[in-house]
């Protein structure tokens, strides 16, 4: 078992065959490579028993060895291996043994001790806010002059040069804003900026006439792209017989985009020498008869130019707000109360766009390529966005099924989600449910299910709201760790002790405008206060003061913003509708399968539910039993109570499966709001997600109706012989209570959808009970009371005691006491009425439905509503 060395920029390693050996960027790895074209783990080398073998596993960029990309090969003394790139990516020369080389233990060492400082300083990131407060008699000293400084705060802040004077000399960055573009630019046919700023292409490929070039994530293909959000076969380059370049869709599920916009499925479009075609974290472009890769690794620059947010009157709530987030920083974003910082968070992911101005992700307008790059973009909002009643891995499993594309493999998906766990460090955690983690950790849960599609720009808003001062700190500490790592993180807090973390901080004023940008260590000195409780009540006190006027009159303005400044602002115009639809990763009953399968999961999960679910209709259908009657009660001339006591029992039973059927799912829409909203940005459709809680409610209600009727018709007397069934009187008795359970289901989706909080479902499930028993018609005649009677057509119930009425003679068994004669029509014992009313209530229940999928659209990414 010969030794192997490995040469690598003046380093050298000697691998020891009886073990192997990881290569990749994690600095915990052996062979540490820092180079953004490699992965975290990017391949292993070790002996295969008669030769050493190097296996790639399934990097972003590739390993490749005399220039073909490769996922596992023999290697030997004399090879060598270019990782990220086929041409200039880093080279790994192989030789024998040789005296003086280092051992692989001692080389991994040194290679720890060159990695970058990025690591190092996440590495002693948690000292860093190791430091005691003052004592208490310095407090006390210092307290009255920050009420000083702030009751003379508009006297300070005239003096312009005075302020310019205090403001320390800061060199700007020289990777500040490495994005200049011209004014209205974003990846259009005309204008071709920059793909990628000023940043060389990841790799070129050759294009032979009459050769066609495949795209896909399996290894047969030409153009092989590790990437899970690109099909096996995804898309395809050719020239067509006039020597045009064509590029084709294959059918992928994540699509193929020309300038920001989606192909039709396996559809075509002609490619010019300015056009971009994206697939997945990859982007092409055509240079003569070379074919330019640009592979996007995280080494993406972030910035808003002008956004401006106008709402109903008039009123702007965020004002002419530009900065630019470096590559792999950690931004923060502090402010008051009506700062606009949340409507600022919306208009940066495209959520919301704003009326005037443009989010430029790496040159490229977000609003006009939002379904192309919603797939790079990663956001965590203040809720948990997974199912808390799971563990954390099958929370991650469900959430990579709709994600990823359809032809992924379960293997494929299972070892995403554990290269995830293990980089946040959730794999000690991950059978564990959800419920049972600290606040920290759910936090790190969701940042985990967005990092499984590999973001290189993340937001998150109010991550540590609610956690203490320790998980406050890991979970910035988390996110510092994310930027080191090749993303760039813009987080919204209100947490201001853990801002030394941060590369850039962002603080905006009352009425949404920018009052400071830049290093977060010199904000305080910035703002003229020792304390950020000093600066937030100057802002409360002053809140007619321009605060944006004299940050823009600031040294630290010229330096950090005034150059995104100098482009005028541009009027948002969106793409049609149909261009901004992204495509769905999964097909429409792959995601209704998933769905189903997690709603299932879910439900199983929570036993009391469960419980619940049958014991509710159980006692809703034994309290129909307890209507006193010597010889038995119920329906038909031989029951002692002939007239009243069978509308009280369906009066019973209806309003039992009415509340029964709602209860179930007025909180399901509004519980789950913040988890659809992140699914449907990803592409999940709405339909399905409406249709997997109306079949799972559904099934539910139905079997829930059923032993309402079961119990409460089935210890009473039935009619002998009914309408549709024959002598199965109490089956047919139940068919319109299980209906009207479905109904009232829905009508409960309506409100959970309709209302802002979970706490408000409540007083109008009652409300909604209360009215059904009034409009049953059991309680006092409907039939003939204008206007009260063309009102209870809209109830389920009327509807429901209507149909049960028509198998029990309901005309017979309780007339109208002005004038018997005088019978309601929608009891008439015919079997034609019957399958009116069971019409009627049945399609209630579908015109909720319809109602129900509008209101959604209200809780979608703006984009996206069609």
């Known amino acids: 078992m010969p030794e192997l060395v490995l040469e690598l920029n003046g380093r050298t390693w000697t691998l020891d065959a009886s073990r192997s050996y990881t290569l990749g960027r994690d600095p915990q790895g052996d062979l540490v490579i820092d180079d953004a074209r490699v992965s975290w783990r990017h391949a292993t080398i070790s002996w295969g028993g008669r030769s050493w073998v190097i296996e790639d596993h399934g990097s972003t960029n590739g390993t490749y060895v005399q220039g073909q990309r490769i996922h596992q090969m023999e290697i030997g003394p004399g090879s060598a291996v270019h990782l990220g790139n086929a041409t200039d990516g880093p080279r790994l020369n192989?030789?024998?043994?040789?005296?003086?080389?280092?051992?692989?233990?001692?080389?991994?060492?040194?290679?720890?001790?060159?990695?970058?400082?990025?690591?190092?300083?996440?590495?002693?990131?948690?000292?860093?806010?190791?430091?005691?407060?003052?004592?208490?008699?310095?407090?006390?000293?210092?307290?009255?002059?920050?009420?000083?400084?702030?009751?003379?705060?508009?006297?300070?802040?005239?003096?312009?040069?005075?302020?310019?004077?205090?403001?320390?000399?800061?060199?700007?960055?020289?990777?500040?804003?490495?994005?200049?573009?011209?004014?209205?630019?974003?990846?259009?046919?005309?204008?071709?900026?920059?793909?990628?700023?000023?940043?060389?292409?990841?790799?070129?490929?050759?294009?032979?006439?009459?050769?066609?070039?495949?795209?896909?994530?399996?290894?047969?293909?030409?153009?092989?792209?590790?990437?899970?959000?690109?099909?096996?076969?995804?898309?395809?380059?050719?020239?067509?017989?006039?020597?045009?370049?064509?590029?084709r869709d294959l059918g992928s599920h994540n699509g193929t985009y020309v300038n920001g916009q989606p192909l039709a499925k396996s559809g075509s479009a002609l490619l010019g020498p300015n056009d971009i075609v994206g697939v997945g974290h990859s982007t092409f472009r055509l240079v003569g008869d070379r074919l330019e890769e640009f592979v996007d690794t995280g080494e993406v620059s972030f910035s808003a130019r002008h956004l401006t947010v106008t709402v109903d009157g008039g009123k702007q709530i965020l004002k002419d707000v530009s900065f630019g987030v470096p590559e792999k920083s950690l931004v923060a974003v502090i402010g008051p109360s009506g700062s606009g910082k949340s409507t600022l968070l919306k208009a940066l992911t495209g959520y919301r766009p704003a009326n005037q101005g443009d989010v430029l992700y790496d040159n490229r307008n977000l609003y006009k390529q939002f379904a192309e790059l919603r797939q790079r973009i990663g956001l965590v909002p203040q809720d948990d966005i997974l199912h808390k009643e799971l563990t954390v891995r099958t929370a991650l499993k469900y959430a990579a099924k709709l994600?990823?594309?359809?032809?992924?493999?379960?293997?494929?998906?299972?070892?995403?989600?554990?290269?995830?766990?293990?980089?946040?460090?959730?794999?000690?955690?991950?059978?564990?449910?959800?419920?049972?983690?600290?606040?920290?950790?759910?936090?790190?849960?969701?940042?985990?299910l967005e990092l499984l599609t590999k973001p290189s720009l993340i937001f998150l808003d109010e991550p540590t709201s609610g956690l203490d001062p320790g998980m406050d700190r890991d979970v910035m500490q988390l996110l510092r760790g994310l930027a080191d790592d090749g993303r760039t993180v813009l987080v919204v807090t209100h947490s201001v002790a853990e801002l030394a973390l941060c590369d850039k901080l962002l603080v905006m004023a009352p009425g949404g405008s920018v009052a400071y940008f830049g290093p977060p260590e010199e904000a305080l000195n910035f703002f003229g206060y020792e304390t950020w409780a000093d600066v937030f009540s100057a802002f409360e006190n002053y809140r007619d003061y321009d605060w944006a006027g004299r940050w823009k009159g600031s040294q630290h303005y010229q330096m950090y913003a005034a150059d995104l400044d100098a482009v005028a602002p541009q009027s948002v115009h969106m793409p049609p509708a149909q261009q901004m639809r992204p495509p769905k990763p999964q097909g429409w009953g792959s995601q209704l399968l998933t769905l189903i399968r997690r709603y299932l999961a879910v439900i199983a999960s929570d036993k009391g539910f469960m419980a619940l679910t049958v014991l509710l209709p159980a006692v809703l259908g034994t309290v129909a039993t307890l209507i006193p009657a010597p010889h038995g009660l119920g329906f038909g001339p031989t029951a002692a109570r002939t007239n009243g006591d069978g509308a009280t029992v369906l009066l019973i039973t209806a309003v039992g499966a009415c509340f029964a059927g709602a209860a179930n799912s007025v909180r399901e829409l509004i519980k789950e709001r913040v988890i659809y909203e992140r699914e449907r940005a990803t592409g999940l459709s709405r339909s399905a997600y409406l249709m997997s809680k109306v079949i799972v409610l559904g099934l539910v209600t139905v079997l829930q109706g059923a032993i309402i009727g079961g119990i409460g018709f089935g210890f009473n007397k039935a009619p002998e012989e009914g309408l549709l069934l024959g002598d199965s009187t109490r089956i047919e008795l139940t068919l319109p209570i299980m209906a009207l359970g479905f109904t009232s289901m829905m009508f409960g989706l309506i409100i959970s959808a309709l209302v802002k909080t979970a706490e408000k479902t409540m007083p109008l499930l009652v409300m909604f009970a209360i009215v059904q028993v009034v409009f049953t018609g059991c309680l006092f005649t409907l039939h003939g009371s204008a206007g009260v009677d063309q009102l209870s057509w809209l109830m389920p119930s009327r509807w429901a005691v209507a149909a049960a009425g028509t198998t029990a003679s309901l005309n017979i068994l309780f007339p109208n006491r002005d004038d018997p004669t005088d019978t309601d029509p929608l009891w008439d014992h015919e079997l034609s009425q019957w399958f009116i009313d069971m019409g009627v209530l049945i399609g209630l229940g579908v015109i909720c439905g319809v109602i129900v999928a509008r209101l959604l659209r209200r809780h979608e990414p703006e984009v996206m509503r069609k």
């Not at 208490?136 to 302020?163: I, S």
């Not at 554990?418 to 759910?442: N, P, W």
């Open 94 to 247: 192989l030789s024998g043994a040789a005296a003086g080389a280092y051992s692989a233990q001692a080389a991994a060492q040194q290679a720890a001790q060159h990695a970058p400082q990025a690591h190092q300083a996440a590495a002693q990131a948690p000292q860093a806010p190791a430091q005691q407060p003052p004592p208490q008699q310095q407090w006390q000293q210092q307290a009255p002059q920050a009420h000083q400084a702030a009751a003379q705060v508009p006297q300070a802040q005239v003096p312009q040069q005075q302020w310019q004077q205090q403001a320390p000399a800061h060199q700007a960055p020289a990777a500040h804003i490495p994005h200049q573009q011209a004014p209205g630019g974003g990846g259009g046919p005309a204008g071709a900026p920059p793909v990628h700023g000023d940043r060389s292409p990841t790799t070129f490929h050759q294009f032979a006439l009459g050769r066609v070039m495949r795209i896909g994530r399996a290894l047969e293909n030409e153009l092989v792209v590790s990437d899970l959000q690109v099909s096996r076969h995804h898309a395809e380059f050719h020239v067509t017989p006039d020597g045009r370049f064509e590029i």
């Open 403 to 448: 994600r990823f594309p359809g032809d992924t493999a379960e293997a494929e998906r299972a070892a995403r989600i554990d290269e995830v766990l293990r980089e946040l460090k959730l794999d000690i955690h991950k059978d564990k449910k959800i419920t049972s983690l600290s606040g920290g950790q759910r936090k790190r849960v969701s940042v985990a």
